[in-house]
């Protein structure tokens, strides 16, 4: 069983930046993909970014150049460092681990845990 939590969500300016955190309880953090999904009110969950190992990686056209995700496997620990941020990016951001293969990475329905949820607001 792994329990994800994530922090560092927030009210933000436009152009300015968050990084968000996921802890992670679980002894085989390491061995998951894992990645970050939001949600804006009225819209479907969508596909952030999503890292295997540290050089592995995939990101959402939209934030591709703007968001970096890291994790820190020592400490069990997910990154999202959002710079640059737009209205458009106001959501609710999930972290999510998937055992499946980092060839679904973008598939929210092949990740078997879920965090609670962080808000992002970014007013224009």
């Known amino acids: 069983q792994v329990q994800l939590v994530e922090s560092g969500g927030g009210l933000v300016q436009a152009g300015g930046s968050l990084r968000l955190s996921c802890a992670s309880s679980g002894r085989t953090f390491s061995s998951y993909v894992m990645g970050w999904f939001r949600q804006a009110p009225g819209k479907e969950r969508e596909f952030v970014a999503a890292i295997r190992e540290s050089t592995n990686t995939n990101y959402a056209v939209s934030v591709k150049g703007r968001f970096t995700i890291s994790r820190d496997n020592a400490k069990n620990t997910l990154y999202l460092q959002m710079n640059s941020l737009k209205p458009e990016d106001t959501a609710v951001y999930y972290c999510?681990?998937?055992?499946?293969?980092?060839?679904?990475?973008?598939?929210?329905?092949?990740?078997?845990?879920w965090g609670q949820g962080t808000q992002v607001t970014i007013s224009s």
């Open positions: 999510a681990a998937s055992s499946a293969s980092y060839y679904y990475a973008v598939d929210g329905r092949k990740y078997d845990y």
